[in-house]
């Protein structure tokens, strides 16, 4: 195996010894670096997700409480805000708020700046829920780096922060031979 300098082979060393075999020719300088984010990614997820229960929370209600909660005092934003920053749809949002307000968690009132919008305000339930839970959160991500020293997460943000990912405005198509049309 042509493990990295570190603990050792991993799957995702195994995965690119047997690419590296059969078609070596797909990988490319960002091979690694894509899976390497997404078993992160996973491992992250279901850190936050083994959390949620304990607080009687589901990923979306979480995230709304958080998002508002981030927000600062007075702790509030417009749906539309709030779905937009979280890629809900208005739809979702409501029957999510729904149940946040049903468990006195959130409410909605008028808005200060026009009297025929909504705002949704965390109650101070919803304030201490939400510390709560972004307090399991970290601790749970932090749990998933327990093995890595702090220089390594440290150069590892920095090294992603240089990466620039960035979201662009559409996907763009992938470069095949065959037809180009995004379907």
């Not at 990295?4 to 797909?26: I, K, S």
């Not at 209600?61 to 508002?68: C, G, N, R, S, T």
Request: hydrophobic letters at 40%; zero cysteines.
């Amino acid at each position: 195996m042509t493990a990295a300098p570190g603990p050792g082979p991993d799957p995702v060393d195994a995965l690119m010894d047997a690419w590296r075999t059969e078609l070596p020719d797909v990988l490319r300088p960002t091979t690694e670096l894509s899976k390497r984010i997404t078993q992160l990614a996973g491992a992250l997820d279901e850190a936050t997700r083994g959390v949620l229960p304990e607080l009687g929370l589901t990923v979306a209600e979480f995230d709304i409480l958080v998002a508002l909660r981030r927000a600062g005092e007075p702790y509030r934003m417009q749906p539309n805000e709030l779905a937009r920053s979280l890629l809900l749809s208005s739809g979702g949002l409501s029957n999510v708020v729904n149940h946040l307000t049903g468990r006195g968690l959130v409410r909605r009132e008028p808005s200060p700046d026009d009297g025929r919008a909504t705002m949704i305000r965390l109650t101070l339930d919803g304030v201490h829920t939400a510390e709560r839970a972004v307090r399991a959160h970290a601790d749970a991500h932090e749990a998933v780096f327990a093995e890595a020293s702090p220089t390594a997460v440290q150069a590892a943000a920095r090294a992603l922060r240089e990466v620039g990912i960035r979201r662009r405005s559409a996907p763009r198509p992938l470069r095949t031979g065959r037809n180009r049309s995004r379907s």
